[in-house]
């Protein structure tokens, strides 16, 4: 069992964000209260979450919060013993692959 993770977000990211539909926060914060618990966990991420490394860039993941429903992250160094540390990257549509 670990603990709570720590994170960061770059300011892409929150421009992403601010972007989304009301609807689509709520979907991207229940998945990522899902993507913590599986952080904690220890144990891989739940299937669900479709969790991936990205194409064509090393060491930025993918996770799926909605059909058409992205973030991308990588790890950070750990500020916590044992803990990760996530860096949120960009969050959105599809389109925001075509926008990197």
């Known amino acids: 069992m670990f603990g709570m993770p720590t994170f960061d977000a770059i300011d892409r990211f929150w421009a ?4 989304l539909t009301h609807a ?10 899902l993507f913590v618990e599986d952080l904690q966990a220890g ?7 479709r969790v991936k490394g ?3 860039e090393p060491g930025v993941f993918e996770m799926t919060w ?19 540390h996530i860096i949120w990257l960009r969050v959105g549509t599809h389109d925001i692959f075509d926008r990197l």
């Open 66 to 84: 909605a059909g058409d429903g992205r973030a991308l992250f990588r790890y950070g160094e750990s500020e916590k013993d044992g803990e990760a």
């Open 16 to 19: 992403d964000y601010r972007r």
């Open 43 to 49: 144990a891989g991420f739940r299937k669900s979450l």
């Open 24 to 33: 689509q926060r709520e979907r991207f914060l229940r998945a990522r209260d």
């Open 54 to 56: 990205f194409r064509g």
